[in-house]
């Protein structure tokens, strides 16, 4: 049974970092792309960041751009998440999310870390 | 970028009605089209990928048709379980997801 599961939430100030985690089990995680998609409170689902199984092609959102990294350890099968200069419209919780095939298509999700970035 | 439009953004329906939302691409993206369903407090659940096709351990009164630009998501019998916010996803170029569409019964 595949299992994600996300750490690393928490409250932040603007302008601030963090590192979310993502550990999988249940599948040959250096098999799969893996994502991050985010949904803000009471909003709809946008994803953030993908990057493939060796984790040397990684693609953001626009709106992530050059503040968050996405990264992987295949040796330890965990999925990161590193974010800066982060805003207000960063507020959401972020699941991690196995691709099917490098295409964008997401078959598991965990059940998501909470990031509020709020002074 | 391509945008994905959900109508309605809630529907209400009694149990055994048949429910259809839809789902519009701003540009085609063949069939590369998911829905996802997502209960109140949980993650999403793959339920439909290739416009029609179901996810194993999905209900059979869920289908999914369509093709091009415009979709459509069938719940044949609307059960109490399908309480849910649903969401299309194209993954033609990236991936953009719909704003969702509310479930609810009546």
């Known amino acids: 049974e595949v299992q994600l599961l996300e750490s690393g939430g928490d409250l932040v100030q603007p302008g601030g970092s963090l590192r979310l985690s993502c550990a999988a089990s249940?599948?040959?995680?250096?098999?799969?792309?893996m994502a991050w998609v985010r949904q803000a409170p009471g909003k709809g689902l946008e994803w953030v960041s993908s990057?493939?199984?060796?984790?040397?092609?990684?693609y953001y959102a626009d709106s992530v751009k050059g503040r968050f990294t996405i990264s992987r350890d295949n040796s330890r099968a965990t999925l990161y998440l590193q974010m800066k200069s982060l805003t207000a419209e960063d507020t959401a919780k972020y699941y991690c999310?196995?691709?099917?095939?490098?295409?964008?298509?997401?078959?598991?999700w965990g059940q998501g870390t909470l990031v509020t970035v709020s002074s | 970028d391509i945008q994905m439009t959900q109508s309605p953004s809630i529907v209400s329906a009694s149990v055994g009605e048949r429910v259809t939302i839809t789902c519009r691409a701003s540009?085609?993206?063949?069939?590369?089209l998911a829905w996802y369903q997502q209960k109140p407090g949980e993650a999403p659940r793959l339920l439909i990928y290739?416009?029609?096709n179901l996810e194993s351990g999905v209900p059979s009164r869920f289908s999914g048709s369509g093709s091009g630009t415009e979709f459509t998501l069938t719940i044949s019998s609307l059960q109490p379980d399908d309480l849910a916010t649903y969401y299309c996803?194209?993954?033609?170029?990236?991936?953009?997801f719909g704003q969702g569409t509310k479930v609810e019964i009546k």
């Open positions: 999310a196995k691709d099917v095939s490098w295409t964008y298509l997401f078959d598991s």
């Open positions: 249940g599948f040959t995680f250096s098999n799969y792309a």
């Open positions: 990057i493939s199984g060796s984790g040397t092609n990684p």
């Open positions: 540009q085609s993206v063949s069939s590369w």
């Open positions: 290739k416009a029609s």
């Open positions: 996803q194209q993954y033609e170029t990236w991936g953009t």
